[in-house]
């Protein structure tokens, strides 16, 4: 008689996969900040909305969230080396899997006179860039925004002046 055990190279990966999919949080959010302020300022306003939150510091830690975590939208600081890189990554993944998950929305937001890095992370596919001034003041609405779902006009512009973000969150 033949089990699932007698072929445990091949039905243990399929098993722990299975596993992760069975776990996965709902609407996660993911962020990446050059720093501790923001990351905490970040945690804390997801922490009082009951939005479960996580950081990623670099690609295997992006990935891994990807596969275990149903994860809504990224935040990603401009000011961080690793943002484009992120960026790219999570863009390909929404190519890999489309029909199967809605893309994942992404804020990016930083100094209001980097209009270079406003203008790559536009280019890269980021859902929405701010001014770090225009992301402290809405980042609740912003929040609200990414678990919701909605990709609906806030009309705001806040990204540094020229209302140039590819959607509006």
């Not at 091949?10 to 923001?38: F, G």
Request: charged residues 25%; hydrophobic residues 40%.
């Amino acid at each position: 008689m033949h089990t699932i055990w007698q072929n445990q190279n091949e039905t243990l990966p399929v098993i722990r996969k299975a596993l992760r999919l069975c776990q996965k949080v709902d609407r996660m959010i993911l962020y990446l900040t050059a720093d501790l302020l923001w990351a905490t300022r970040i945690k804390s306003t997801c922490e009082d909305m009951g939005v479960p939150a996580r950081p990623v510091r670099h690609i295997d830690m992006l990935n891994a969230r990807l596969d275990d975590s149903q994860v809504q939208g990224v935040i990603l600081d401009l000011e961080s080396e690793l943002w484009p890189e992120l960026l790219n990554r999570i863009r390909g993944w929404d190519a890999d899997n489309a029909g199967q998950t809605n893309p994942i929305a992404v804020v990016a937001f930083g100094p209001h006179v980097n209009t270079e890095a406003f203008a790559a992370a536009r280019k890269l596919g980021a859902t929405r860039v701010l001014a770090r001034g225009a992301f402290a003041k809405q980042l609740p609405q912003i929040l609200t925004k990414l678990v919701g779902g909605d990709s609906g006009d806030s009309g705001d512009g806040g990204d540094g002046g020229d209302g140039g973000s590819t959607k509006t969150l």
